[in-house]
C-alpha cells in the first residue's frame, strides 16, 4: 500500500507544467487572449447575438492549443496507443485534472466547456466497446481525434432526465428501398455540442415499457439528417451556451447507424458517464484546492483593523474544513480510479458504481462550497469577475445536476449500500428487522 505519487507520473506533470510554460501560456497572453480568462471572459466567449453560442474567436483558440498539445503528444494521453495516445489510466487522469484544476483558469484546461491539453475521451471507449463494426469503431475514433466526427450525447428529454428509462423517444423499423434502418420521432434536451456535432448519439426506446433498463437502442444520427432539427438553445447559469433542445420529426436512419446492439443502448450510456464522473470529480476537486489555497493567501495577506485576516477563527475553520474534506476526497478519488484500472470496463457499472457516484457528486458539493467560501474570504473582490471565483462556482454548479444529479448518484451509493444493487444484492433478502432491544 503505497499513496505516493509515482516517479513516472511525476515526470510526466512537470513534463507537463513545462509544455504549458513553453507553448500554452504564450498563446494565452497573445492577441489579447487574457480577455477570454479574465473579468471579460464571459462576454469575450459568448456570441449574444447568435443564440448565445461559444464566439468562433474562442472556439478557435481552443483549437490552436489542442493542435499543440496533440503535436507534442499530451492530448491524446487517455487513448489507447493504436489511436495516438499513452494507454493513459484513470489514476493518471484523476492526478492529472486535479493538478491542473488546482492552477485556476487557463487554457491549460478549461473546463467549461471540457477543454483540455490533457484530452478526456469517454466516447472512445464507448465506441471500443460497443461498435458494431471495425468501419464505425475507425470512423469515429480516429474521425474524432481528426476533428472529422463530433458526437453528441442524446439521452435526456424535455420531460424525462434522471429517468431516462421513461424516454419518448421512439425508434421502429423501417425498411426504405430495401434497406433496413429505424424511423426516429420524440424530442431532446441538454444536447451539448449540437452547434459543431456531425452527429447525435440519439438513444431511443424500440421495445419493452416505460422504466425497462433492456429496450433501449442508440442511433448514431448525422446531423442535417432531415426532420432533425435544432429548436433553441437554452440560456444557462454559465454562458456560452451550446445546449438545445431538439426535435426528431420521422427521422430515417439505416440500421448501420446503429451502437451496439438492439436494446441494451442503456449500457452504452452507463460507460459514457462513468469514465466522466471520476475524471470530473478529480478536476471538481482540483478546482476546491485552488479557491481554499487562494483563500488562504488573501487571509495572510489582508489585514483589517491592523491584524491578518487569518488570525480570526471564523476565517480559519471554514477553510479547515474544506481543507479535511479536500484530503479525505481525493484519497477516495485515487482509489477509486486505482479500481476502475484493474476492473473489466463492462463490470465497473455492477461492482464500483457506488464509488464513482460518491467521488463525484461530493466533489461537486465541495467544489461549490469552496468557490463561494472564497467569495465570502475575499469580500466585494471576491465577488466580482475580476475574481475567478464566481466563474467557479457558476461552471462547477451544473455538475451537481448534469452527470447525473447528485440525488440520483446518492440513490446509486443506497442501493450499493443496502444490497438492492452490486456485489451485496440480496444479502439481507431473507432478513427480518431484529425487534430486541425496543423499548
Not at 503505497?2 to 515526470?11: E, K, N
Request: glycine share 8%.
Amino acid at each position: 500500500m503505497d499513496f505516493a505519487i509515482p516517479t513516472d507520473l511525476q515526470a510526466y506533470l512537470d513534463e507537463l507544467d513545462a509544455f504549458i510554460e513553453a507553448e500554452i501560456k504564450p498563446l494565452e497572453d497573445a492577441d489579447d487572449n487574457i480577455r477570454f480568462f479574465d473579468h471579460r471572459r464571459e462576454h469575450s466567449r459568448t456570441d449574444w447575438d447568435n443564440q448565445g453560442l461559444p464566439r468562433h474567436e474562442w472556439e478557435e483558440l481552443l483549437r490552436a492549443a489542442t493542435r499543440k498539445a496533440d503535436a507534442a503528444g499530451h492530448w491524446r494521453f487517455s487513448a489507447p496507443k493504436k489511436y495516438g495516445g499513452k494507454d493513459g489510466s484513470n489514476l493518471w487522469m484523476a492526478v492529472i485534472r486535479e493538478h491542473f484544476a488546482a492552477k485556476g483558469l487557463g487554457l491549460h484546461n478549461d473546463l467549461q466547456n471540457e477543454h483540455s491539453i490533457v484530452g478526456n475521451f469517454p466516447f472512445v471507449e464507448m465506441f471500443e466497446q460497443f461498435a458494431t463494426s471495425e468501419e464505425q469503431k475507425q470512423e469515429f475514433i480516429l474521425g474524432g481525434f481528426e476533428g472529422k466526427r463530433r458526437t453528441a450525447f442524446g439521452l435526456t428529454e424535455p420531460d424525462h432526465g434522471s429517468d431516462a428509462t421513461h424516454m419518448e423517444t421512439r425508434a421502429v423499423r423501417e425498411n426504405r428501398d430495401g434497406v433496413e434502418g429505424w424511423r426516429i420521432n420524440g424530442r431532446k434536451m441538454w444536447i451539448t455540442g449540437m452547434h459543431v456535432a456531425t452527429h447525435c448519439a440519439t438513444f431511443c426506446r424500440t421495445d419493452g415499457q416505460d422504466g425497462d433498463a433492456k429496450g433501449i437502442t442508440c442511433l448514431l444520427v448525422p446531423t442535417g439528417t432531415p426532420g432533425m432539427s435544432v429548436d433553441e438553445y437554452m440560456w444557462t447559469f454559465n454562458m456560452p451556451t451550446d445546449h438545445p433542445r431538439m426535435t426528431f420529426d420521422n427521422v430515417w436512419v439505416p440500421d448501420s447507424a446503429r451502437l451496439g446492439p438492439v436494446g441494451g443502448g442503456l449500457s452504452i450510456a452507463q460507460s459514457f458517464v462513468h469514465q466522466n464522473r471520476i475524471r470530473q470529480a478529480a478536476s471538481s476537486l482540483g478546482a476546491a484546492v485552488f479557491c481554499i489555497e487562494e483563500s488562504v493567501k488573501y487571509a495572510r495577506a489582508r489585514k483589517p483593523f491592523g491584524e491578518a485576516l487569518a488570525k480570526n477563527q471564523a476565517i480559519q475553520f471554514p477553510l479547515v474544513e474544506l481543507a479535511t474534506q479536500a484530503e479525505m476526497l481525493r484519497l477516495l478519488i485515487r482509489k477509486t480510479a486505482w479500481d476502475m484500472d484493474n476492473t473489466p470496463h463492462k463490470e465497473i457499472e455492477h461492482t464500483l458504481s457506488d464509488k464513482v457516484s460518491m467521488c463525484n457528486y461530493w466533489a461537486n458539493r465541495l467544489c461549490c462550497e469552496a468557490a463561494d467560501r472564497a467569495m465570502q474570504v475575499h469580500g466585494g473582490i471576491g465577488y466580482s469577475r475580476h475574481k475567478p471565483f464566481e466563474h467557479i462556482y457558476r461552471h462547477h454548479r451544473r455538475y451537481r445536476i448534469t452527470e447525473g444529479a447528485e440525488e440520483i448518484q446518492m440513490r446509486k451509493v443506497a442501493a450499493y449500500l443496502f444490497g438492492y444493487l452490486g456485489p451485496r444484492r440480496g444479502s439481507w433478502a431473507d432478513a427480518s428487522p431484529s425487534l430486541q432491544g425496543r423499548g
